[in-house]
Every structure is written in structure tokens, then in C-alpha cells.
């Protein structure tokens, strides 16, 4: 075996993972298609991962990997494009290699979803976002649009308020989703929400001008001016290499494990956002760390837990 | 209603369930017995948790205190004494007051047993421990004992064994209670177990050097050098709370729960090394966030995830 265990996706579950590998005495290459990360460093600022009171997703990711570099072989910018069941093991095919492992924990994550409307392909970095934290700065005293009503969606607009931009949240419910300390937050700073609205077309040339926009109670369309639209209305898990070993996933496409992390394919554990549920950066390290130590089993390795 | 939540225990799952509770608008109390911080304050150093490569497990409470002081009402250094169903919740009497609570976290962590001889005490912390999983990379090329025969401390050796440690297995009887795998392991890696031997006294001055010990059969009392002992006499988690509500714990007293951290009894979580298993701060901590965020069932408030 070229190593004991692929870590596929080095986020918060990754890194995790990673730590818990390499103290437990397993040897472990992790796997990113960019620098590492994850989604985590989307978020402008992150106040409940315990022993932060208030961090940005950058930083805490900084953090984690600095810490986590030291246990295991990091193949940053390296994509992993097939799993395949190998002997006893598996084989891990990239975008520059093959290698072989004894077990594998997919820590792949999800990627946020999009309204699919039109104008949203063609704009997209002219004024379509997905991400606040990386593009807010570009939009200081402009009007911006954030489509969403999650945590990640209030946050989002919050950090934009801060930095300048004149933020308007557009939700199609009549209630934000968001935890209530955020939802008082909206309130504090008086940013409109436009509710039981969605958007239906992203108008501009060469950059965003207006967004069509519909109102699902009344079944009214207007137009409005916005400089910039953040999207973030879900995410969508990145599941497609456990589909392809036959590992089972919910009707969302997030993978199924046990209480250990193992999924419905021996030697296969998955962590993090990909198995869906609360997906919060606490329970992702947690399931990373499960994960490794639960492969111990797979690998033949004596086993404290 | 005095309370929405009540958190028993302020440890890694307590600190982590207040923080979650805050933040989504749950009105929580947390109590402790001490000023918090739970059985990880014992750990010297602790290079397991993602964000802090090392940092003392006292260090690490204190941060996660102050990050959770702000989102709950702590009541430090009151124990509670009973929890008896209640209307729609419950009645919590403690030693100072009684309150009502619509749902409860029941975080109230494990004590390790102690083997209760002279310097144990003295001595925690400077070569005496009782977790090979936080404390044993520090005596790599080291002689230390681990006290036990059971799978926990065979368990340890083993794992001593592999970080490098030079490990010697002291244990009251003349065989191992460890399951035949084990005990099997000890002999495939010559780790020495010297028999019918328990511990008189842990002597060393500032740091552990010598173990008194007594052959229970020839009564042979002896004197070895070692520069640490590991304790793994078992642990008594701290369910009595629990069980007097009726709540089902497995065999060793540890809480059942769901994925979700319910117990058997409606409007009860769990947290954290009362419910068992991996037993990290990771793992604590992601528990107390999902019991938390769970509770808003309980609680009837919506709930984003």
C-alpha cells in the first residue's frame, strides 16, 4: 500500500481526521482539490466553534492546518477523480497519480447550490457571489442583494452591512431559518428583508444591474436595482465518488454512516458536511476524528476505543 | 418555568451545549458542582483539539468558559441533587434552590477511578495519568506502567507500546479480565506484565520516579523505577441523575442516546463522557452543540436544521 489511509477533502473533518491519524500511529495522505479549507472559509465570521468567541472562517481554517500538516501528507491542488476497491484495499486515482490505501475517509464536503435563473452563469464574478467573505469588500457603499435565509445567509448579510454595502436580504419564506441571535441581529441593524420573494432573472451587462424578482404570496413581479447578489440558499453535498463505490446516500445525496462513521462500504468511512445533518464545524471535527480512529479496525491496529 | 434548558455539567459538552443554546435564543442554566471545566482540566496537555496544536486542558476550559459565560446563566459550585418530572418539564433541586426547566442536558462527564494510594494525588499530572490517548505521547522512549487488566488498560499498553513507550502492565490478578485479542496482543509485542501486583504508593519528587509494589501471593512488597503510571482501574460515569429518571445506561452505567443525543426519557439529552464511546473534547463538544440544537424540539421553537 502506497499508505494506510486517504483522507479525501482537507476541511475542518479532513484536518481532523488528519490529527487523530497521525497521533494514532496511522499513516495518512490527505487530499485537496485547492489549498485546503474548505466551505469554513466562506464564513465572514464564525462565533460558535468552542474556544473562539469570534473568528473568521479564514483564520480557524489557518489554524486547523497548520496544526494538522505535521500528521499526515497533504496533496494540496490535487483532485481525486476515482475510488475503486483494490485487493484488500482501494485505489485512489488523481488528476496526477494513483495510489493505493487501505481505507479511506471522504471528507468531501458540499458546495453551495444556485438558483439556477437566468443571468446567474453569465454574471457570476461580475457581480454574482457565492461567497461573502471573498467578495463583500468589492461592493463597500454599493447596494447588494443576499438570497437566502439560513444562518449562512443572515451571517452573509451582516458581515456585508459591516463592511459598508448597503444589504437587503430577499427570502421566499415569511420567517427567517437563521438561529434567533442572528435573526435579532437583522432587526438590530435594520436591514430589510424582503420576504416570500424569489428571484427569477439576474439582469446586467457587462455587470449586475437588477434583479427580477417575485413575490410567491401575491404572484407580483417588480424590478430592482442591486449592484452585486450574494447567493446563499443551501449546498449541494459532493457525494459522487461514494456513489460510485455503491455507498448509499440519502435523498439529498448526503452519505450514510453509523454512529462510527463507517459507511455501507467496508473500509469507507465519510465526515463532515457530505453526511449532511447539522453540519456545524464542531460536529465535523468530531466526525473526522471518529473516522480515524474508527479505521483503526479496517487497518488491523490495535484499538484503544 | 424558571428555565427553558437546564445543562448539568459545565465540562466541553456543557460549555458547547450553552454556547448553541444562546445563540438560538434558548434561555439555559448551566450548573457545576466545581467552577467547571470537567475531567479535561486534568489533562496537561492536550494536542488533539483542532485550532490549538497544544495547550493545557485547563487552558482550554477556561477559553470555552469564557466563550460560553456570555450565552447561558451559570451556577457554579451547586450541585444538582435530584431531577423528577414535572408537569410539561421538570423540577431541578439542587443543593441551594429548586427550578423548572422545560428540557435538560445531562453533561455530568465520568470520574476515573482512583486506586487511592499515597502521591496518587501529589503526583497528577507529573507522571501520573489516567488516559493514555492524551498523555502517553509524552513518555515516547519513557518507562511507564499502566494498572489494569481489563480491555481499557490492556488497551493502553498497547497503544503505549506503539507510541514507543517502554510499557509495563501491572495488574491485580494472575490473568488479564482484557478479551483473548488483547490479551493475545500483550504477548505478540513482549509487553511485560508483572502479576497479582497491585500498587502501595507512587513516590517521586517533582515528578513520578518510583512504584511501591506488593505481591498479593508472596506479600513481596518491591520498589521499580518508572517515569510515569497510567491508572486504568476503570471509570464511573456520573448517571445517577439518569437513572433515577428512568433513563436506560448500558452495562457500565454509561447514558444511551440517539444520533441526536436523546435519552430514553422525552425532553432529556445527553452529553459529552456520560454517554460513553470515543470519550475526546472533540467529540464532547459536537454532542453538546447537536443536544442543544435538538432540544428546540422539546422547547417547541423552530428550528433550523
Given at each position: 500500500?502506497?499508505?494506510?489511509?486517504?483522507?479525501?477533502?482537507?476541511?475542518?473533518?479532513?484536518?481532523?481526521?488528519?490529527?487523530?491519524?497521525?497521533?494514532?500511529?496511522?499513516?495518512?495522505?490527505?487530499?485537496?482539490?485547492?489549498?485546503?479549507?474548505?466551505?469554513?472559509?466562506?464564513?465572514?465570521?464564525?462565533?460558535?466553534?468552542?474556544?473562539?468567541?469570534?473568528?473568521?472562517?479564514?483564520?480557524?481554517?489557518?489554524?486547523?492546518?497548520?496544526?494538522?500538516?505535521?500528521?499526515?501528507?497533504?496533496?494540496?491542488?490535487?483532485?481525486?477523480?476515482?475510488?475503486?476497491?483494490?485487493?484488500?484495499?482501494?485505489?485512489?486515482?488523481?488528476?496526477?497519480?494513483?495510489?493505493?490505501?487501505?481505507?479511506?475517509?471522504?471528507?468531501?464536503?458540499?458546495?453551495?447550490?444556485?438558483?439556477?435563473?437566468?443571468?446567474?452563469?453569465?454574471?457570476?464574478?461580475?457581480?454574482?457571489?457565492?461567497?461573502?467573505?471573498?467578495?463583500?469588500?468589492?461592493?463597500?457603499?454599493?447596494k447588494v442583494a443576499?438570497?437566502?435565509?439560513?444562518?449562512?445567509?443572515?451571517?452573509?448579510?451582516?458581515?456585508?452591512?459591516?463592511?459598508?454595502?448597503?444589504?437587503?436580504?430577499?427570502?421566499?419564506?415569511?420567517?427567517?431559518?437563521?438561529?434567533?441571535a442572528l435573526a435579532?441581529?437583522?432587526?438590530?441593524?435594520?436591514?430589510?428583508?424582503?420576504?416570500?420573494?424569489?428571484?427569477?432573472?439576474?439582469?446586467?451587462?457587462?455587470?449586475?444591474?437588477?434583479?427580477?424578482?417575485?413575490?410567491?404570496?401575491?404572484?407580483?413581479?417588480?424590478?430592482?436595482?442591486?449592484?452585486?447578489?450574494?447567493?446563499?440558499?443551501?449546498?449541494?453535498?459532493?457525494?459522487?465518488?461514494?456513489?460510485?463505490?455503491?455507498?448509499?446516500?440519502?435523498?439529498?445525496?448526503?452519505?450514510?454512516?453509523?454512529?462510527?462513521?463507517?459507511?455501507?462500504?467496508?473500509g469507507v468511512y465519510?465526515?463532515?458536511?457530505?453526511?449532511?445533518?447539522?453540519?456545524?464545524?464542531?460536529?465535523?471535527?468530531?466526525?473526522?476524528?471518529?473516522?480515524?480512529?474508527?479505521?483503526?479496525?479496517?487497518?488491523?491496529?490495535?484499538?484503544?476505543?
Amino acid at each position: 500500500m502506497d499508505t494506510e489511509l486517504a483522507v479525501i477533502g482537507a476541511g475542518a473533518a479532513g484536518y481532523t481526521a488528519a490529527i487523530y491519524a497521525g497521533r494514532a500511529g496511522i499513516d495518512a495522505i490527505v487530499f485537496d482539490t485547492g489549498m485546503g479549507g474548505g466551505l469554513s472559509t466562506w464564513a465572514p465570521r464564525i462565533e460558535n466553534y468552542p474556544g473562539f468567541p469570534d473568528i473568521s472562517g479564514v483564520d480557524l481554517m489557518d489554524r486547523m492546518k497548520e496544526h494538522a500538516e505535521p500528521y499526515a501528507d497533504f496533496h494540496y491542488n490535487e483532485e481525486v477523480t476515482a475510488i475503486e476497491p483494490d485487493g484488500d484495499g482501494f485505489k485512489v486515482t488523481t488528476a496526477k497519480n494513483t495510489y493505493t490505501a487501505g481505507a479511506i475517509i471522504i471528507a468531501t464536503g458540499t458546495t453551495p447550490r444556485q438558483l439556477d435563473v437566468p443571468g446567474e452563469n453569465k454574471l457570476r464574478g461580475r457581480g454574482v457571489s457565492y461567497c461573502a467573505t471573498c467578495d463583500g469588500s468589492f461592493f463597500t457603499d454599493k447596494k447588494v442583494a443576499v438570497v437566502g435565509g439560513g444562518n449562512s445567509a443572515v451571517n452573509e448579510a451582516i458581515y456585508l452591512h459591516g463592511l459598508g454595502c448597503n444589504v437587503t436580504l430577499i427570502h421566499r419564506r415569511d420567517q427567517l431559518r437563521a438561529e434567533e441571535a442572528l435573526a435579532q441581529e437583522v432587526d438590530k441593524k435594520d436591514i430589510p428583508v424582503i420576504w416570500n420573494t424569489v428571484v427569477e432573472e439576474i439582469r446586467g451587462d457587462p455587470v449586475v444591474e437588477t434583479l427580477a424578482l417575485k413575490n410567491r404570496k401575491t404572484g407580483e413581479t417588480t424590478q430592482q436595482a442591486f449592484d452585486g447578489v450574494f447567493i446563499s440558499v443551501g449546498e449541494t453535498p459532493q457525494s459522487s465518488l461514494a456513489t460510485s463505490l455503491g455507498i448509499e446516500t440519502d435523498s439529498h445525496g448526503y452519505i450514510q454512516t453509523d454512529e462510527r462513521q463507517r459507511t455501507t462500504v467496508n473500509g469507507v468511512y465519510a465526515a463532515g458536511d457530505v453526511t449532511g445533518d447539522i453540519r456545524q464545524i464542531i460536529t465535523a471535527c468530531a466526525e473526522g476524528a471518529t473516522a480515524a480512529l474508527t479505521s483503526m479496525h479496517t487497518l488491523g491496529k490495535s484499538y484503544p476505543f
